[in-house]
Nanobody
Framework: QVRLVESGGGLVQAGGSLTLSCAVS????????MAWYRQAPGKQRELVAQ???????NYQDSVKGRFSISRDSAKNTMYLQMDSLKPEDAAVYYC??????????????WGQGTQVTVSS
């Protein structure tokens, strides 16, 4: 069974940094676009950043210049480097990926979520 395994969340002071990781576990042929979303209490889930299989990236305006998304295709892992964190960045962060299995089926997968807490 293919799944996304996240790690790296935690508590950090405002201005600090965290790095999130999202690893694809299981047998796959390829991953297409991978992305990070976040959801704060009482708010809708929102796109934070995404990266396609060509390395093209896209960011939500509020994180531009502070967050950096990357992927290591050899390790089937995606990262989100978060710098200059603000209290408003606090949320549960979810990774998302479209993957192709050896049976050539496409699946849109979500990670279990990892909590990021930013103290002021």
């Amino acid at each position: 069974q293919v799944r996304l395994v996240e790690s790296g969340g935690g508590l950090v002071q405002a201005g600090g940094s965290l790095t999130l990781s999202c690893a694809v576990s299981g047998s796959i042929v390829s991953t297409n676009t991978m992305a990070w979303y976040r959801q704060a209490p009482g708010k809708q889930r929102e796109l934070v950043a995404q990266i396609n299989d060509g390395g093209i990236t896209n960011y939500q305006d509020s994180v531009k210049g502070r967050f950096s998304i990357s992927r290591d295709s050899a390790k089937n892992t995606m990262y989100l480097q978060m710098d200059s964190l603000k209290p408003e960045d606090a949320a549960v962060y979810y990774c998302n990926a479209v993957i192709m299995t050896p049976s050539l089926n496409l699946f849109n997968l979500w990670g279990q979520g990892t909590q990021v807490t930013v103290s002021s």
